[in-house]
């Protein structure tokens, strides 16, 4: 799977507001913020661009799968299993 942007992406101080406590644990497991935030919101943008593929491709999607119902697939007959 292709990154979003590439490792060595300028990258942009921001502020965020999270709990203190949340905080404080990970700083004390040594976790790494930055990382986890981009490696969260990477995974994030994935989903919603998946999910807004689907709906923009919805109409399409039901015609394909209603055209294989109606007349099965090119390799129905070369299966194996």
């Not at 923009?56 to 039901?62: T, Y």
């Amino acid at each position: 799977m292709q990154p979003l942007v590439s490792n060595t992406a300028a990258k942009k101080a921001t502020n965020l507001t999270i709990s203190r406590e949340l905080l404080a644990e990970a700083r004390r497991l040594n976790i790494n913020l930055s990382a986890t935030l981009e490696s969260a919101l990477t995974e994030k943008i994935r989903q919603e661009k998946r999910i807004q593929w689907q709906q923009e491709n919805r109409e399409s999607i039901a015609a394909c799968n209603e055209l294989a119902e109606q007349n099965g697939l090119f390799s129905d007959n070369h299966r194996a299993f």
